[in-house]
């Protein structure tokens, strides 16, 4: 059997619909021999495995009884793939660009300080009008986890992604200790991808208040682990006055709440966040903010 050049690896629960929308958009790419596509079902109850498994006999399934979380899915697979790519997805996901896979490894040909490429990616229930885009590939701080690519060698050089963030930050978590490892992450914007989410509409979402709270913890969590230990009460304190700022003095006591939360949280952390700390130093600080941003929306030219 063909060893894999390119593995496309999603993790999924309870959106049977969404995945397949993105299995079917994404086929023809498994055509190919030296492509495979693993799907991780993280414990869905809405018959999610059962109508992969019928419906998509060319990809791998795994599927965990009872959930066991988005980054405990995304380490398993990420640590069992003998590709030397691997092209993480979410199920909300798809490629707009055809036949990308070309592009990516060219790139990483290329580029052999590249450990992972973050991918050009529009948030919008419906694909954008037009794809073209006259940015050039570049080297960022981060990547976004709906749409990157690893080159496997760089993921073997890090630790895992840290399971108890349970959801966010995880990219961060990773940049970083790529930065630390002299691997550099670039941004491919020859790849466009269509995240189908409404982001406007998730403010409304009945898990808003979750969302925010796991968002402003997984910050604070980076501070600790990353930054060098005189930067953090500026840090802190410019966050959490901003969240004020914009929310909670504006009414939204939902935000109140979910910073309450949050500092509880990054109290309880605190032995992992020494069990796991690999802080930058002042002069790797410095050269890791001249990076440019992450890039995680990108819109049309109308």
């Not at 930054?227 to 410019?238: A, D, W």
Request: net charge positive.
């Amino acid at each position: 059997m063909t060893e894999a050049s390119f593995s496309i690896l999603i993790t999924t629960k309870n959106r049977k619909n969404d995945l397949a929308f993105t299995l079917n958009k994404i086929n023809y790419l498994l055509e190919d021999k030296t492509v495979e596509c693993v799907v991780f079902d993280d414990g869905s109850t809405d018959g999610t495995y059962e109508y992969a498994k019928q419906n998509f006999p060319n990809i791998k399934l795994q599927r965990n009884a009872v959930s066991k979380g988005y980054l405990f899915c995304r380490n398993k697979m990420l640590n069992e793939t003998k590709a030397a790519y691997a092209i993480s997805l979410d199920d909300d996901a798809h490629f707009v660009t055809k036949n990308p896979l070309g592009s990516i490894r060219k790139h990483f040909e290329e580029n052999t300080n590249c450990g992972l490429l973050a991918l050009r990616i529009f948030w919008g229930l419906e694909e954008p009008v037009s794809e073209l885009s006259n940015e050039k590939s570049h080297r960022v701080q981060g990547f976004v986890g709906c749409a990157h690519v690893w080159r496997m060698q760089a993921w073997r050089d890090i630790p895992n992604y840290p399971e108890w963030f349970i959801f966010y930050g995880e990219e961060d978590f990773a940049s970083c200790q790529l930065f630390k490892k002299n691997w550099e992450v670039h941004y491919l914007s020859e790849v466009l991808v269509n995240h189908r989410v409404d982001v406007k509409s998730r403010k409304n979402n009945a898990d808003y208040a979750v969302r925010l709270r796991r968002s402003l913890r997984s910050g604070w969590y980076l501070f600790f682990l990353f930054y060098p230990i005189r930067i953090i009460p500026k840090k802190m304190g410019y966050s959490i006055w901003m969240q004020f700022k914009l929310k909670v003095f504006k009414g939204d006591f939902k935000a109140l709440k979910a910073i309450v939360l949050a500092v509880l949280d990054l109290v309880l952390a605190i032995p992992k966040i020494m069990q796991y700390s690999n802080r930058l130093s002042e002069q790797e600080f410095d050269s890791y903010q001249k990076l440019e941003m992450t890039k995680i929306y990108w819109q049309p030219k109308k």
